[in-house]
């Protein structure tokens, strides 16, 4: 048997560089949208430069019709503008075909006869007939972080550092629950929980100076609590400037 079946019965093999990406993402916010966004972005910058001539690839990208929003936005903060100029062209020609085959042709007008809205089925055929290639890309991102998470939790320095933080945001939190072992999701739950009750007293410190009858100053950790609260709820983050 090969050496490396040792380790499977200890913590599962995870990468220590990952250890140091979490406890720096874990400053920003939810340390998995602080990474996973990063590596999208790399990825994307990759696509464009390397990828936009695979076949394949521009396939699934007229399937899908281009990335999702919060992808396009990538891609536009991305860097290369002849990419996304080859990758438009290419959904563009898609759809316009689209709207010239169905231009009040035989094709509307069979289907009008089956007791369907001709218009209603173009709307459907321009739309995405596939996912966001980028979003079916996420579990694959996710899961060494993750894997990451858990066996690093188990060292006092790293926990102490995750529970002073925002920890995970909701979606995270859910992925993170369905990919742990049991007793790492009941002990994640309830530093989560921790966490959140605490987050919540500081949204009741916010709310309650804002009320006009206190003249008490906003301190400098409640000052942007909302942000912090509504990525934590939403699973919403977006990098401020930090590049
Ligand atoms: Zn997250
Ligand atoms: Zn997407």
Redesign the pocket.
């Given at each position: 048997m090969p050496q490396t079946h040792r380790h499977l019965k200890e913590a599962p093999v995870t990468d220590p560089r990952t250890r140091d990406d979490l406890l720096e993402a874990m400053r920003l916010g939810?340390p998995?949208?602080v990474l996973i966004e990063r590596a999208e972005r790399k990825a994307i910058d990759h696509f464009l430069y390397d990828q936009v001539n695979d076949i394949s690839q521009r396939d699934a990208l007229r399937a899908s019709r281009g990335l999702c929003l919060p992808h396009s936005e990538m891609l536009a903060e991305g860097r290369s503008a002849l990419g996304v100029a080859i990758l438009s062209r290419d959904i563009l020609r898609t759809l316009t075909a689209e709207l010239e085959a169905s231009g009040g042709g035989s094709r509307g007008g069979l289907k009008s006869l089956l007791g369907g809205n001709p218009n209603a089925q173009l709307a459907d055929r321009i739309g995405p007939q596939a996912g966001c290639p980028m979003c079916a890309e996420r579990p694959r991102l996710e899961a060494p972080l993750f894997t990451g998470l858990f066996h690093n939790l188990n060292d006092a320095n790293f926990a102490a550092a995750f529970d002073a933080s925002a920890g995970?945001?909701r979606?995270?939190l859910a992925n993170g629950l369905r990919a742990a072992p049991q007793a790492a999701g009941r002990d994640l739950a309830a530093r989560q929980a921790a966490i959140w009750r605490r987050m919540e007293a500081v949204l009741d410190e916010f709310i309650r100076k804002n009320d006009y009858r206190f003249n008490e100053p906003i301190l400098e950790h409640e000052r942007d609590v909302w942000r912090r609260a509504l990525q934590a709820t939403s699973?919403w983050?977006h990098r401020d400037g930090d590049e």
């Open positions: 939810c998995l949208c995970l945001c979606v995270h699973g983050y």
